[in-house]
Every structure is written in structure tokens, then in C-alpha cells.
């Protein structure tokens, strides 16, 4: 069945303590995994898209990486506006579809 | 600007009412998804349509009905066979199959809530 897990549920963070979040995703063959920022009440705007293993990319203090099995989502030294849930999602070659894990809420404390 | 708009913000349903949601975009999407977003359950897909007048149940249709008879909209309404209908739900939209600049765009979602 396909799964998309994600890791820690929860993080707080000290301003500037950088740390990583991580989903692992079990589809068959994978299209494309996303990372998603959603601030309570609104839905998710979009932040990377990462389509095979070893690919990185890199959006301010964020950075997304991708291996066969997981994806990590580095921050480094967030600032308090961080403070965000970060959705992860995965998409199956041949479709639409995306499944989402259930998120890490990361608290970042000035 | 070119997005999605979901109305009304916040949405307050009585026992056994019928209501509808709705979704607009203008981004010349071709597919559009009804989420439904639970604390600690993550967004779980309800219906999806690729084309216009064609839809499909996703994995928790049940309660829940959607049209699509144009391009820009994709309402969704909540049934009273709904028993459980309080959540945030997500509308979104997404481009056409390809690789390159492959994404859902979200709506800002609605609040539902029963009373």
C-alpha cells in the first residue's frame, strides 16, 4: 500500500538551531515527492518538487533531499517565521494523485 | 494574480442540511481535488477531476458529491449522509501530466463545522 510517513510530529527548535525533518514514502515508483509549508488556517503553498534520488534543492534557509526510500527537509538556523507545519507528499508514476503524510509541526523559539 | 478561491472562509452546517462548497480557479488547470484535512490524519482525498464532466470518487466519497461543468469551478456539497462533517477542506488544482512544473496549487480551504 502506498504510505507516506513523516518524522517528528512535532520539533521545537532554539532561533538558529538547525535541524531536519524527514518522510519516507513507500510508492510504486515514484513521480515526484513535494514539500509543502502550511500555516494554521490556510492551506499549503508549495516548496519543492524533487523527481529521483540524489536531487537537492535549496529555497532560503530550506534544503530538500531525496534517496530511494526518504526525503529530508534541512533548516538551517530558522528564524521564528519558520514556525510552520511541513507537509510532505508523494505522487506514483502514472498519476495524479498525491498521497500526504500527516506533517511535522516545527515551532522555532526566538 | 492567477490561483484558487475557495468560499465561503468559514462554513456552519445544521443536522441533516445539505451545504456546498466552493472552488474557482484561473490557473487553466485541468485537474481539481477536494481534500478533507482532520488534526493528526493528514489531508485525505475525497473526489478529483481530470476534465471537465468527469469526476472520481477518491477514499472517502462517502457523503459527499462534486460536478464539474466548467473548467474554472469544482463545487463540492457536503450531504447529510455525512455524519461526520466538521473539518478543514482543501480545494486544489494541478497541470497538466508532464514533468516539468508539476504541483498542486491550494486553495486557502474552508472551515466546515456542524452545530
Known amino acids: 500500500e502506498d504510505q507516506v510517513t513523516q518524522s517528528p510530529e512535532a520539533l521545537r527548535l532554539q532561533e538558529g538551531e538547525s535541524s531536519s525533518l524527514n518522510c519516507s514514502y513507500t510508492?510504486?515508483?515514484?513521480?515526484?515527492l513535494f514539500w509543502y509549508r502550511q500555516d494554521p488556517g490556510k492551506g499549503p503553498e508549495f516548496l519543492f518538487t524533487?523527481?529521483?534520488a540524489g536531487e537537492e534543492k535549496e529555497k532560503e534557509r530550506l534544503k530538500a533531499t531525496l534517496t530511494k526510500k526518504e526525503s529530508f527537509l534541512h533548516i538551517t538556523a530558522p528564524k521564528p517565521e519558520d514556525s510552520a507545519t511541513y507537509l510532505c507528499?508523494?505522487?506514483?508514476?502514472?498519476?495524479?494523485?498525491?498521497?500526504f503524510g500527516t506533517g511535522t509541526r516545527l515551532t522555532v523559539i526566538p | 494574480d492567477g490561483g484558487i478561491t475557495q468560499s465561503p472562509k468559514y462554513l456552519f452546517r445544521k443536522e441533516g442540511q445539505n451545504v456546498t462548497l466552493s472552488c474557482e480557479q484561473n490557473?487553466?488547470?485541468?485537474?481539481m481535488y477536494w481534500y478533507r484535512q482532520d488534526p493528526g490524519q493528514g489531508l485525505r482525498l475525497i473526489y478529483y477531476?481530470?476534465?471537465?464532466?468527469?469526476?472520481q470518487k477518491g477514499d472517502i466519497a462517502e457523503g459527499y458529491s462534486v460536478s464539474r461543468e466548467k473548467k474554472e469551478s469544482f463545487p463540492l456539497t457536503v450531504t447529510s449522509a455525512q455524519k461526520n462533517p466538521t473539518a478543514f477542506y482543501l480545494c486544489?488544482?494541478?497541470?497538466?501530466?508532464?514533468?516539468?512544473?508539476?504541483?498542486?496549487?491550494f486553495g486557502s480551504g474552508t472551515r466546515l463545522t456542524v452545530v
Open positions: 510508492v510504486s515508483g515514484l513521480r515526484g
Open positions: 524533487l523527481y529521483s
Open positions: 477531476s481530470q476534465i471537465v464532466n468527469d469526476f
Open positions: 490557473l487553466n488547470h485541468d485537474a
Open positions: 486544489a488544482s494541478s497541470t497538466p501530466r508532464g514533468r516539468d512544473n508539476y504541483g498542486y496549487t
Open positions: 507528499a508523494a505522487v506514483e508514476t502514472g498519476a495524479n494523485n498525491l498521497f
